[in-house]
């Protein structure tokens, strides 16, 4: 295929930017012998010139027909026809890794006469049923914009259509074709939703980059006791310890595991269940680390004992995990210091030395609820149910924390908002645990019904797994005391074009921490022009670090280190380049 669409068969790795990262990964595992699902990929270049015209550019709907023809070749299945029917997952992948932000339509292809041929195909038409049903309320949600809590799997396919009729005041396509193009342009349409943009913007991803959109064949995770599906990270994303950490679902799909409503079990399960496919993973996982020198978060489904790879890419983590993982890697020469010292952000290096738990306060403290830890640190504020509340209270000065039944990628602007995030359902792998790593919020899930109840409370979150009533006292950590840190500031020192010093016996230089008129990075920087030394413990914060190496400073006397070093490597870096 040429123009707008790429097969992936593993000889070739094409451009990240023009396929996405979804596509990227399963083109590398392909060229890599493992196994993964055939697929092949509309281009971020056919999404831009979707968003600027408002159509499908010409040839695209073509070419989407020869790589369906091409999907049929490689599996022996027939889309939307014949015994044995090619079901489709339709995803979003952009360039850069933007997790739960936009939207994936699985199952697509399955009608009436497809439930009966898959019914027939695999002798459980209670599987049949569930897949068709899955494939409504997905379309329904993501195509329709009009979710329905639970579509009835004894209802007859009339009663489906009538409740998504109502529900989104249009009734749904019948031709599976014509469902496909409607689902491409979904995932495109994803691109600007205000989700999508708000979380851009927080991460400083270019808004004309675009999504591409890759249809793969499905496999079942939901078909029997030997199927199931999952995730699994090649490191623990919590606590950067270096043993795979991953959570299993049992004859269910992927979006089950992601969506939160349900909870997973650990890894260990699929061990028990199915031996030789996570054996497999574990080796895979091994290899994908190795060959792409990062940690891998890597999706995964299991058909009748069969193991399947989705996706891989590089895993989201908590600040401390960062940190950890980046010195470790260093260690066991899977990467150079120069790259560690990419791994860890500024924000993920002040991150780390945010206030924790001081010694006790837990002890004399009402412990509310408990969950799983799903982002380590320490929070309080009020509790707020409502994103859209969160971010206003937010906006107005107050500490919130977002609680939620379980988030979706319609919660991302009040996740940037509060200090931190509880949820009543879900694990580590889920939605709001995926998300508020990537953020570095304190977040604790599954903490069970009762966290709605708490709307309205002075609560305090600790990352580590506990709920507790009103705000605790904290107390900060030493980052020259811990190792990992230590090592860190070490290396950046060393490199780094500006001195960060905690204290020197001089008191020359100009102190910012005065400069009450400059505290934004602008006036900061004029303020600071023409000084070599500068001291204040705002410069410790990133943005003030970088404004006093713009402005040529060449001493800093701040405390903590770490993060104004970071943050001057990296614009010295940018700027060399």
Same mark, same amino acid.
């Given at each position: =295929?040429?123009? $707008?669409?790429?097969?992936?068969?593993?000889?070739?790795?094409?451009?990240?930017?023009?396929?996405?990262?979804?596509?990227?990964?399963?083109?590398?595992?392909?060229?890599?012998?493992?196994?993964?699902?055939?697929?092949?990929?509309?281009?971020?270049?056919?999404?831009?010139?979707?968003?600027?015209?408002?159509?499908?550019?010409?040839?695209?709907?073509?070419?989407?027909?020869?790589?369906?023809? $091409?999907?049929?070749?490689?599996?022996?299945?027939?889309?939307?026809?014949?015994?044995?029917?090619?079901?489709?997952?339709?995803?979003?992948?952009?360039?850069?890794? =933007?997790?739960?932000?936009?939207?994936?339509?699985?199952?697509?292809?399955?009608?009436?006469?497809?439930?009966?041929?898959?019914?027939?195909?695999?002798?459980?038409?209670?599987?049949?049923?569930?897949?068709?049903?899955?494939?409504?309320?997905?379309?329904?949600?993501?195509?329709?914009?009009?979710?329905?809590?639970?579509?009835?799997?004894?209802?007859?396919?009339?009663?489906?259509?009538?409740?998504?009729?109502?529900?989104?005041?249009?009734?749904?396509?019948?031709?599976?074709?014509?469902?496909?193009?409607?689902?491409?342009?979904?995932?495109?349409?994803? $691109?600007?939703?205000?989700?999508?943009?708000?979380?851009?913007?927080?991460?400083?991803?270019?808004?004309?980059?675009?999504?591409?959109?890759?249809?793969?064949?499905?496999?079942?995770?939901?078909?029997?006791?030997?199927?199931?599906?999952?995730?699994?990270?090649?490191?623990?994303?919590?606590?950067?310890?270096?043993?795979?950490?991953?959570?299993?679902?049992?004859?269910?799909?992927?979006?089950?595991?992601?969506?939160?409503?349900?909870?997973?079990?650990?890894?260990?399960?699929?061990?028990?269940?199915?031996?030789?496919?996570?054996?497999?993973?574990?080796?895979?996982?091994?290899?994908?680390? #190795?060959?792409?020198?990062?940690?891998?978060?890597?999706?995964?489904?299991?058909?009748?004992?069969?193991?399947?790879?989705?996706?891989?890419?590089?895993?989201?983590?908590?600040?401390?995990?960062?940190?950890?993982?980046?010195?470790?890697?260093?260690?066991?020469?899977?990467?150079?210091?120069?790259?560690?010292?990419?791994?860890?952000?500024?924000?993920?290096?002040?991150? &780390?030395?945010?206030?924790?738990?001081?010694?006790?306060?837990?002890?004399?403290?009402?412990?509310?609820?408990?969950?799983?830890?799903?982002?380590?640190?320490?929070?309080?504020?009020?509790?707020?149910?409502?994103?859209?509340?969160?971010?206003? #209270?937010?906006?107005?000065?107050?500490?919130?924390?977002?609680?939620?039944?379980?988030?979706?990628?319609?919660?991302?602007?009040? =996740?940037?908002?509060?200090?931190?995030?509880?949820?009543?359902?879900?694990?580590?792998?889920?939605?709001?645990?995926?998300?508020?790593?990537?953020?570095?919020?304190?977040?604790?899930?599954?903490?069970?019904?009762?966290?709605?109840?708490?709307?309205?409370?002075?609560?305090?979150?600790?990352?580590?797994?506990?709920?507790?009533?009103?705000?605790?006292?904290?107390?900060?950590?030493?980052?020259?005391?811990?190792?990992?840190?230590?090592?860190? &500031?070490?290396?950046?020192?060393?490199?780094?074009?500006?001195?960060?010093?905690?204290?020197?016996?001089?008191?020359?230089?100009?102190?910012?921490?005065?400069?009450?008129?400059?505290?934004?990075?602008?006036?900061?920087?004029?303020?600071?022009?023409?000084?070599?030394?500068?001291?204040?413990?705002?410069?410790?914060?990133?943005?003030?670090?970088?404004?006093?190496?713009?402005?040529?400073?060449?001493? &800093?006397?701040?405390?903590?280190?770490?993060?104004?070093?970071?943050?001057?490597?990296?614009?010295?870096?940018?700027?060399?380049?």
């Amino acid at each position: =295929m040429t123009g $707008w669409t790429l097969r992936l068969d593993g000889s070739t790795l094409p451009d990240k930017a023009l396929i996405g990262g979804k596509a990227w990964s399963i083109a590398r595992m392909l060229g890599m012998g493992l196994d993964v699902p055939p697929a092949f990929v509309v281009t971020t270049a056919a999404c831009n010139a979707y968003l600027a015209d408002g159509a499908m550019p010409a040839g695209l709907v073509e070419e989407i027909d020869a790589g369906l023809a $091409w999907l049929e070749q490689k599996t022996g299945r027939r889309f939307a026809q014949g015994e044995q029917r090619l079901l489709l997952s339709v995803r979003s992948g952009a360039a850069i890794s =933007m997790p739960g932000m936009m939207d994936t339509v699985l199952n697509l292809g399955i009608d009436g006469a497809g439930e009966a041929a898959l019914a027939a195909e695999t002798g459980q038409p209670g599987f049949a049923r569930d897949t068709h049903r899955r494939f409504y309320e997905l379309y329904a949600a993501i195509v329709l914009k009009a979710p329905l809590d639970h579509l009835d799997p004894h209802a007859g396919l009339d009663t489906w259509r009538s409740a998504i009729r109502d529900a989104a005041g249009e009734d749904m396509p019948v031709s599976p074709r014509d469902q496909l193009d409607a689902a491409i342009r979904a995932v495109f349409d994803s $691109w600007n939703t205000r989700r999508a943009k708000r979380y851009r913007q927080h991460n400083g991803i270019a808004d004309d980059m675009g999504t591409a959109v890759t249809i793969q064949a499905m496999v079942f995770g939901n078909l029997d006791e030997d199927s199931g599906t999952g995730v699994l990270f090649s490191r623990n994303p919590l606590s950067g310890e270096a043993r795979p950490f991953g959570e299993y679902l049992p004859c269910a799909q992927g979006e089950d595991v992601v969506s939160g409503r349900f909870t997973p079990l650990p890894l260990d399960a699929m061990r028990e269940r199915v031996a030789p496919a996570h054996d497999a993973l574990l080796a895979a996982c091994a290899l994908l680390e #190795r060959e792409n020198g990062d940690v891998q978060d890597i999706e995964f489904t299991v058909q009748k004992g069969r193991l399947f790879l989705l996706q891989a890419r590089a895993a989201k983590r908590s600040p401390e995990a960062a940190a950890r993982i980046a010195v470790e890697m260093v260690g066991e020469g899977l990467i150079d210091v120069d790259t560690a010292l990419t791994r860890v952000s500024p924000e993920q290096a002040a991150a &780390i030395l945010l206030p924790r738990l001081d010694a006790g306060a837990a002890a004399d403290a009402t412990l509310l609820l408990t969950g799983e830890g799903a982002c380590p640190g320490v929070a309080s504020g009020i509790a707020v149910a409502d994103p859209d509340e969160a971010e206003r #209270r937010a906006e107005a000065g107050e500490d919130v924390i977002l609680i939620r039944e379980t988030t979706s990628p319609d919660d991302i602007h009040g =996740m940037i908002a509060a200090r931190g995030i509880v949820t009543a359902q879900g694990g580590a792998t889920s939605h709001a645990a995926v998300v508020s790593r990537a953020l570095g919020r304190p977040c604790v899930v599954g903490a069970g019904s009762a966290v709605m109840a708490l709307a309205g409370r002075i609560i305090t979150v600790d990352g580590s797994g506990a709920v507790y009533a009103d705000r605790l006292a904290v107390t900060g950590p030493d980052e020259r005391a811990d190792p990992i840190l230590a090592t860190l &500031i070490g290396w950046a020192d060393a490199r780094s074009p500006v001195a960060v010093v905690a204290d020197d016996i001089g008191t020359d230089g100009i102190d910012v921490d005065h400069l009450v008129d400059a505290i934004e990075a602008d006036a900061l920087e004029k303020a600071l022009a023409g000084h070599s030394k500068a001291r204040g413990r705002l410069l410790a914060a990133p943005v003030a670090a970088r404004a006093a190496h713009a402005a040529g400073v060449t001493t &800093i006397v701040t405390q903590p280190a770490l993060a104004a070093l970071l943050a001057i490597l990296s614009d010295h870096k940018a700027k060399a380049a």
